[in-house]
């Protein structure tokens, strides 16, 4: 039996990207009407965290990172 480790590392990229993206928009959104200055940092910090999680998913779709090799 052949094991594809570009397989499991696609699907653990997508699906830990799913498990903090949502977390993370879910706190985003649990915070939004916060004020202070800290706060509002907290909510950029979630959201590039969101953002992160997203480029995750998209790269383990193969939508990013699709290179051609060097020469």
Do not use: S
């Not at 990207?17 to 009407?33: P, T």
């Not at 907290?42 to 997203?54: N, V």
């Amino acid at each position: 039996m052949h094991f594809d480790w570009v397989i499991l590392e696609r699907t653990g990229a997508i699906l830990g990207g799913i498990i903090v993206g949502v977390i993370a928009f879910y706190a985003l959104w649990k915070d939004w009407k916060t004020p202070g200055i800290e706060n509002q940092v907290f909510k950029l910090m979630l959201f590039l965290l969101g953002f992160g999680a997203l480029l995750a998913i998209f790269a383990g779709a193969g939508v990013l990172g699709n290179f051609p090799k060097a020469a």
